[in-house]
């Protein structure tokens, strides 16, 4: 499975960006999804994930109220719309297959390459 994250960009404080996980030539419709970001120097950050069957989400705290995630079944994708950016948030995010818990994403099996965002002050 062959997944591409897309979307990213620049964007000001405050502005918001869209991203897109996909996979070539499959659905994403049966599979976990889940967002991770990474910034120069830090490590990976699981941001947030979605179940297949439930739809039921998780986030990190350090995007509650401000991201949401959700599935496009018509598309087979799994979008996570970005609100209220703050320049903290600036990283290469990547979407993986995964089991997602209330307590977060565990057993990443597949990921897509990233796409950057860059959140100016």
């Known amino acids: 499975l062959q997944l591409q994250a897309s979307g990213g960009g620049y964007v000001q404080t405050g502005g918001s960006l869209r991203l897109s996980c996909a996979a070539s030539?499959?659905?994403?419709?049966?599979?976990?999804i889940g967002w991770f970001r990474q910034a120069p120097g830090k490590e990976r950050e699981g941001v947030s994930c979605?179940?297949?069957?439930?739809?039921?989400?998780y986030y990190a705290d350090s995007v509650k109220g401000r991201f949401t995630i959700s599935r496009d079944n018509a598309k087979g994708t799994v979008d996570l719309q970005m609100n209220s950016l703050k320049p903290e948030d600036t990283a290469v995010y990547y979407c993986?297959?995964?089991?997602?818990?209330?307590?977060?994403?565990?057993?990443?099996?597949?990921w897509g390459g990233g796409t950057l965002v860059t959140v100016s002050s």
């Open positions: 979605i179940r297949t069957n439930s739809g039921r989400t």
């Open positions: 030539g499959a659905t994403l419709n049966d599979y976990g």
């Open positions: 993986a297959t995964l089991v997602c818990s209330d307590y977060g994403p565990y057993g990443m099996e597949y």
